[in-house]
């Protein structure tokens, strides 16, 4: 039943409107730029949003061994980017403490691809992102974080670290700069594109 | 813990003050909805079917005239996601807006995403 009248709204339905989301991920440890990265690409000021989780908490003075619940929120940081009329790019942080793991999963369903972002001086913050990259498929490109000067090994020595194949791109950025954003962005889709083209042709 | 996997159940309730507006209800029963699926209302938030609404409710139905995704409804609202959920779950159940699951792009909207970013 379709009216056609001055209510702009009637008889639309779901696959009539034209537009598709997609999403890329950006982590890496906690203060590596991830945020900043989101800010500097993104159209609008990143958004924040939480999630509830509860933790159970054991007291360990409490002889009883009740079981405690708490509830505490985790932050999600993100921007948008609309590529055309039709598709908008959304553009996640993860968060970077480790407790809050199980919200990678929920971020990671659905991701094309991830910029993990890596700090020379603190290398291994980046592992857990990588590993969990890794396990789950998902491709993604290493971005080494150059800010304050921080650069103390090459591509090659951050490639050798980290343990990840030479397909997989590693690319020294300045993420507080647009354009060095945007490097590692275009990296990424281009490489999800060569995997996805090499995955359907068979190569 | 695995995803899906219930936070909550009834039992903390308004306890957990979030979780009032939804009247203590924890679960969406619109287990598809993700953080960027697409939302887009069918009457606008000032349509006379919509006045037994929760003043949430209007304000999800305000935010998303045009197609916006959970997240930045969660966002502009600051509530948490999961109750924004409930939330849209209520105006779905009531045919008041519409939702589009994401898909797995093909490589045509990959390209077109490649070529956005390059313009940026």
Redesign the interface.
Known sequence: MVFVGS?P??G????E?P?????LLVAGGFGVGKTTMVAS?SEIPP????????EVSRDVDDLSGIERKT?T?VA?D?G?????PS????L?GTPGQDRFW?MW???A??A?GAVVLADTRRLDNCFPAVDFFERRGIPFVIGVNCFDGGQFYTVDEVRDALGIPATTPVLLCDVRQ?ESS?DL??CL??H??AL??AA?TGG | ???GQI??DDAAGPL?R?YAVTRGRTRSPQAEL?????V?????SDHPSVTRLDPEHVEILARCQR?T?V??I???LKL????VKILISDLIERQLV???A????D?H??????????R?
């Open positions: 209510d709204y009637s639309r339905r779901a696959d409107f537009v598709s989301a997609v999403k690409v958004l924040r949003t939480e999630e509830l989780i509860t509830t929120t999600l993100f948008r980017i609309t590529i055309d598709i908008v790019l959304y996640f199980f999963n929920e971020l369903d659905g094309l647009r945007r962005l275009l889709t281009e999800v594109l996805a083209t359907t | 813990m695995s995803r936070w909550f957990v979030p993700e953080m960027i699926t697409l887009v209302a069918l009457q606008p197609p995704s997240a930045e969660a966002a502009a948490p996601l999961s109750v519409l939702f589009r994401s898909v797995p792009p490589l909207v990959l390209q077109a995403v490649i070529n956005g970013i390059r940026l």
